[in-house]
Structures are given as C-alpha cells and as structure tokens.
DNA sequence: AAGTGGTCTAGACCACTTG
DNA sequence: AAGTGGTCTAGACCACTTT
C-alpha cells in the first residue's frame, strides 16, 4: 500500500467557495489546490480526486474544474497523465518567475528593499531605446537609473527608458516602490515581457556602485516590457551582482 | 482609417483543417495562426477578427478557439482586452524558451553543433545530486560531461547526473545527437523543469575548455527535470561562454 | 472492462470598452 | 446600445492506462 498512489482529497479545502464573488471559481479552486501543495497538506507525489467525482463532490461543472488543474500543471505544481490521473510534482515546489519587479520580489522575500535614485530625467531616445520600442529616434522620453539594495547592500543597477507618453513618473515615489508598481497604480498594466538574461564583467563604474571587486562578473537582464494594448511602454537593462541575485524559471512540457 | 485598428481575417488560412486527424482542432487552428504571425501575414498591430464570427465562420464552436486564441496569447503573440479585442503584439516576435536541449537550440538555428564527451560513467551519487532528486545517497547514478561546440566553437560544458532506473544511456549517440532526444527515444518524456540562472568566472579548467581568457565570467545554469510521472530523471549543472549565449524568456501576465 | 484525462459541442449570462 | 472577451454549464465521445 504506497501512499503515494493513494488517492488523497481533502474535504474541507474547498468549504468557503463563493460563487457570487467576482473571483472566478476555477481561480479560487486552483488557490486552495495551490495552498495545499505549498503547504504540504498535498504531499509530494500525492494523487489528486479525479476530476469528474471531484467537480460532483463540489457542484462545479468538468471544464471549470479542469481549468483550476490546468493552472497549477501550467505552474509545474501538478502533473497529469491520461488514463491514470493527476498527482503533486516530486522534488521542490517552488515559485514562478513572476511578472513582478525586483522590489515585490525583495519585499516578499523580507529583504528590506531600498532605491537610490541615480538619474531621472527626460532626454531624447537613444537609437538603442527606439528600436526596441518603434518609438521616432529623437522623441522625448523619461530615462530613470536607479542603485537597488537589500538589507542596504546594493544588489542590482536598473537603467530604464519609458515613452512620456505613456506616464508621468514622481521621483519620489521611486524610492519608496518599485517602478512596477507606480505604473500599476498610474493604470498602466503589464501584459507581455520579452527578456534576455547574459553575463559580462562589471564595469569600472558598476563595481563601485556594487561595491564588489574589480574584475568581477554581473548578471546582466535586457527587458522590454509591453502594455494590454501591445505597445511598448519599458525597455530596461540591468545588472545584478552574482552573489546575491539568480533567476528561477519553471518549464512545464505540454 | 488606422490599419492596426482594422480586422484582418485571413480567408485561406483555414482552408486544410482536418477533423479527422489525431491532431487536435485547437491546434491545428493555433499553429495556422501562429504562421500566420511570424511570417508577417498578421502584422504587429493587426486586431484578430472576433471569437465568435470566427468559430461560425470555421464552423468550430467557441470555446475550441478560444483555445487556440489562447496558446498564443500564452505565448506571447497575441493580447486579448475584454470589449476590444484580440490584436497581434507590437515588437519583435521571439521564440519561447522551449523545453529543448542546447543541441537542438543550435541546430535549430543552423549552428553546427557537436559534442566532445569528456566523461562517460557509473558514479555513486555524490550528496548534491541525492538531495536534488530523492535518490538515496551513494546510490549508483550515470555522470556524463560534455563540451558543445557550434561550428567547432566551444560555447558550453554540460555536466549531467541521471538514475540509472531512468534509462541505458549511449556513450557514442551522445555526440551526434542530444541527450534529451535520447531520453525521447527511450520513452523517457520531460514535464516539468526547474532551473537557476546565474553568474560567476569560470574556473581554470573551464577557461581552458571554454577558450576563453582567464577571468572571464561564464553564465551558470542548474536544472532538475521531472518525467510525466513526476520522478526526478536528470540534474544538469552546465556553464556557458558568455559571448556566444544567452537565455531568452517571454513572462505573460494573465 | 473500468477508470482516467483529452477534446469538443452549443448554448448561456456577465463585465468591460467603445461609440 | 452594441460589440467584445471572460466565465460557466451539462452533456458527449474518444484515447490511453491499468486491472
């Protein structure tokens, strides 16, 4: 008897679902599903209800009980395979690179996350920045240049150019919050990001403000980031010192 | 009479959906589409005809469009906005990180690749290998290591630990073809993958390896993936030239 | 043979954006 | 007011895996 094929369900889990919530139900089920994992209530190679008793058991219809797995498959937590069922991932769970900005992350992570605000000011698009974004070379735009640090040790340069078109920044604001979150807040939503993450050694310049050694090596992230509209409304690029920042990526095979 | 503001529909598009296929519908109409879009048909901008007109129009009920809508728009190719519409994304289309190796990355793009196997053996599993797969320590494991050149260039050390459980690897196949297409064509199918992206100077035996100058960084990346079952089948630690690699991820905000 | 997930249909109502 | 995507239902049939 392996515990591990045992079908596991865990009737309270979904007992406060509220349909007339403006939170779709195949989110606040895939939240639960998610919580349990994370938490371990799900175990490590655990098998889930199937789907079809499991929407009976919680008077919800397959496909939106099917949407609710999904999201969890898509975030490498579940995994499903035909004719035998669906069971919790081995190994650790952990999180998604998510669309947030290095200061949620520090902050999620009790960092104590600070900024000091190098450069902010409007200049005329470098060609670099026009291409990236289809913006006329020459036109106005808002250049910020920023010193991220954790726990008052620096970690990151983050050098951005935003059309001015698409926001008015406050400078203050920008010590206090992430970028990421003076536009959310001005209604400017993120929708897709393409990024490029290299590595090269740190300039004289960087590892001053880095306060690392000469001749040592930063991670380097070139982002252009686009709104719900499809236009470009960020381009970034920065550098993390390597002792203190990695990224994380989940790839899920469908 | 903005042509982005315009609905593009692509009658021949369509014309050669087969229903009877064991492809399904949702991707034969996704990857029409996807076509579509990279080869410039749909250019950035171009707003989709709706979901509905769409689906009559092809004789597909809605929620199968929808999902073929939405591979893309997880991909990054399309933007939906409710009470809009769908539009193709502006900027540069890129690939996903797909859930390939190095070798088909690069022969993908026409770059010669080919392998020196550097070691090719039965080890006991050393304790960083045992904690990132659950395999008991001192357990018998494949190591392999192995250098990647694209068009005789070094670009790459690849340092791999699998379960013997998992598969018979082949020391001679390893350098004409990949190692996950290997895995592939014993049945062994990757689902889920965690990796770490980070930096730091390569070691003395990896400049020498790498041909590359002494104090250069490498780009570092550790990556534990998981079969359909959801049992850990392979941890790799590989480094890279930084001049010849970088990683490229598309981030969809949903 | 029984049980599972994978696909597909034909509707319904709602929330949001634009004219 | 009209048009769009977002959510949800209640079924159906199929492909695959295990017993």
Redesign the pocket.
């Known amino acids: 008897m392996e515990s591990a ?1 045992e ?1 596991t369900s865990i009737d309270t889990l979904f007992d406060d679902l509220d ?1 007339a ?9 895939s939240k639960r599903l998610e919580s349990a994992i994370r938490s371990g209530h799900l175990a490590a190679g655990a ?9 009976e058991r919680l ?12 999201e969890l ?1 898509d975030k490498g937590l579940l995994v ?7 069971q919790v991932v081995q190994g650790p769970v952990t999180r998604q690179v998510e669309f947030t900005s290095l200061f949620d992350d520090l902050r999620t992570s009790h960092q104590n996350p600070s900024t000091r605000v190098l450069t902010f000011e409007r200049v005329e698009a470098p060609s670099a920045f026009a291409e990236h974004l289809g913006v006329r070379q020459g036109s106005l735009v808002h250049h910020i240049r920023r010193v991220r640090l954790a726990s008052e040790v620096p970690v990151a340069i983050l050098e951005n150019y935003l059309p001015i078109t698409a926001i008015d920044l406050n400078r203050e604001a920008l010590t206090t919050s992430g970028l990421y979150a003076q536009l959310q807040a001005k209604g400017v939503t993120m929708r897709v990001a393409k990024q490029r993450i290299g590595a090269r050694l740190a300039t004289p310049e960087e590892t001053e403000l880095l306060s690392v050694d000469v001749g040592s090596p930063v991670l380097t992230m070139q982002r252009t980031a686009y709104d ?2 499809g236009a470009a409304v960020e381009y970034g690029t920065h550098c993390y010192r390597t002792d203190y920042y990695s990224f994380e990526t989940t790839l899920v095979n ?1």
């Open positions: 094929t079908t349909r919530s403006p939170v779709p139900l195949y989110f606040q089920v098998k889930l209800e199937n789907e079809v008793s499991l929407g008077g919800i219809s397959r496909p939106t009980i099917r949407r609710a797995i999904q498959v499903r395979r035909r004719g035998v069922g669906t719900s509209a469908r």
